[in-house]
Nanobody, 128 residues
């Protein structure tokens, strides 16, 4: 069992930055692939980024490449999402998720069904 708690959301102007954190409980955090998703009002939850258990492999949706960086600190049981050059269209509730499932290619981790545990979400609002 893994419990995930996100923090770091807030209101920021376009072009600004935020750093989201996701703290995980449990001693097996380092064995999970971790992902970030987001959901805007009236829209489906969408993939943002994923990171391998070691941190050596990352995968992003195209619209955030070059602006967002996912990282993890297994000693602290925490995964991060550094978001720079934020745009109004980045406004959403951001969720972290943990996956114990194998995927042949990292693009498979873009699907919500790959994940076993979810946090409660943190709101990010980007004003224009």
């Amino acid at each position: 069992q893994v419990q995930l708690v996100e923090s770091g959301g807030g209101l920021v102007q376009a072009g600004g930055s935020l750093r989201l954190s996701c703290a995980a409980s449990g001693r097996t955090f380092s064995s999970y692939v971790m992902g970030w998703f987001r959901q805007a009002p009236g829209k489906e939850r969408e993939f943002v980024a994923a990171i391998s258990w070691s941190g050596g492999t990352t995968y992003y949706r195209d619209s955030v490449k070059g602006r967002f960086t996912i990282s993890r600190d297994n000693a602290k049981n925490t995964v991060y999402l550094q978001m720079n050059s934020l745009k109004p269209e980045d406004t959403a509730v951001y969720y972290c998720a943990a996956s114990s499932r194998y995927a042949a290619v990292y693009s498979d981790y873009a699907g919500t069904s790959r994940y076993d545990y979810w946090g409660q979400g943190t709101q990010v609002t980007v004003s224009s």
